[in-house]
């Protein structure tokens, strides 16, 4: 069978099945997301050596709910972060190795008529889970990737007319290869669109190439991964993201941004408006992470490339150059004057 299912991790408590969503819990603030989301990156550090700016990155995208598309070439470790920043959390973690035949139903789930009762059950898929590692996503064919797109913008399934809700928090960690390289398809627009942010892991430097060797002798490092935190405390974190400051200022400021990635020459397809919000909530989350209540230009800025530069479909021109979508989101953030001053 193409789809391999892992449900790693049980139900945590107080999960209600009906709905998808733990139990109430006290609100937290930016301390308590500056603490713990340290200890989800400093434990996700234990596995993927070397590579802190990744390791935030994954842990932003948990913060805020949004979704991760790591894009590198074989043995990097883009899946070993991806089950690493599941099982630091101890959430229910489902992986998926996309495959040419793997079909929407391995996904989401279908109906199974139940000749017993002489009805149609459904049966969930590997998306009923709080993390879900779409491994080598660009591997399946575009139908079978586009089942993800309710899942990822809505936190729904709907399969023959009924939907179904997801946990919360609910995340998609998709790996995929460059799509120069063979077997592989380009993920649809709409899909890219729908996460929050790309980013690359590279290839280790020497020293730590040579402490992943001695660190992996005689014990995978994941197995020695203790929870830091669980469904709950995650979601409250969530919510205490959302409450972070982003002053009008900063507000124009990311629109500005977004809205010049639309009139660059270099650019057949700038970032949409969804953008905009997944910036604006991506800064939140590093504001709150550095311990502040209030977003500054700088995380504004560190952000715009991970989170813009996936979306933008370059002209013919652009490719000939070799100018990426980084390169172009740099363009765009020399072109506007930084606000000074925007806290309050």
Do not use: W
Request: neutral net charge; contains cysteine.
């Amino acid at each position: 069978m193409a789809q391999h299912l892992d449900m790693d991790r049980p139900l945590p408590h107080g999960v209600d099945l009906a709905n998808g969503s733990p139990h109430p819990t006290p609100q937290l603030g930016v301390d308590a997301v500056a603490g713990i989301g340290g200890r989800i990156a400093a434990t996700v550090g234990q596995v993927v050596l070397g590579k802190a700016d990744v390791v935030r990155l994954a842990v932003v995208a948990l913060l805020t709910e949004g979704h991760l598309l790591i894009e590198d070439v074989p043995g990097t470790g883009k899946t070993s972060l991806a089950k690493a920043l599941a099982r630091a959390v101890d959430v229910p973690v489902s992986r998926v190795q996309f495959t040419p035949d793997l079909m929407p139903s391995d996904v989401t789930g279908a109906s199974i008529f139940d000749r017993q009762k002489s009805t149609f059950e459904f049966r969930p898929g590997p998306v009923f889970a709080n993390v879900v590692v779409a491994d080598e996503i660009n591997r399946a064919s575009p139908k079978t990737q586009s089942a993800l797109l309710e899942c990822m913008e809505e936190r729904q399934v709907t399969v023959d007319g009924t939907t179904y809700p997801l946990r919360r928090p609910f995340l998609v960690l998709a790996t995929q290869n460059p799509v120069e390289m063979e077997g592989t398809y380009p993920l649809p627009e709409a899909q890219r669109d729908r996460f929050l942010a790309r980013t690359s892991i590279g290839y280790p430097d020497p020293a730590t190439e040579v402490a992943m060797l001695a660190g992996r002798e005689l014990v995978d490092p994941l197995d020695r991964i203790v929870p830091v935190a669980d469904a709950a405390t995650v979601a409250a974190l969530i919510d205490a993201v959302a409450r972070v400051h982003l002053a009008p200022e900063l507000r124009q400021y990311v629109v500005d941004i977004v809205g010049g990635t639309r009139t660059m020459p270099e650019v057949r397809l700038g970032a949409s408006p969804r953008a905009v919000l997944h910036l604006a909530r991506a800064a939140k989350a590093a504001a709150a992470l550095d311990g502040r209540a209030f977003v500054l230009p700088d995380d504004v800025q560190r952000l715009a490339g991970p989170v813009l530069a996936h979306r933008l479909l370059l002209t013919v021109e652009a490719h000939a150059a070799h100018r990426s979508g980084e390169d172009v989101v740099r363009a765009v953030l020399g072109r506007f004057r930084v606000p000074r001053g925007a806290r309050g």
